[in-house]
């Protein structure tokens, strides 16, 4: 929420981000998160992209 309040461009997580992880960025001020491993991991990589689409931060 700091670096929200100190920067105007938009904030991205990176690294350690999954269906488990992603949720706890709610109401952190952050524009959104990057994965990759979280996606290519999974055996069906189009169910683990839509769970994490759904996934809301704001």
Same mark, same amino acid.
């Not at 488990?20 to 524009?31: C, E, K, Q, V, Y």
């Given at each position: ?6 920067v105007s461009?938009?904030?991205? &997580?990176?690294?350690?981000i999954n269906? +488990? ?16 491993? &979280?996606?290519? &991991?999974?055996?069906?990589?189009? &169910?683990?992209? +839509? ?8």
């Amino acid at each position: 929420k700091k670096i929200r309040a100190a920067v105007s461009i938009p904030i991205v &997580a990176i690294g350690g981000i999954n269906l +488990r992880t992603a949720p706890l960025f709610r109401g952190t001020g952050i524009d959104g998160f990057a994965v990759v491993s &979280a996606i290519l &991991a999974r055996k069906d990589i189009r &169910a683990a992209a +839509r769970g994490l689409r759904n996934i809301r931060i704001s």
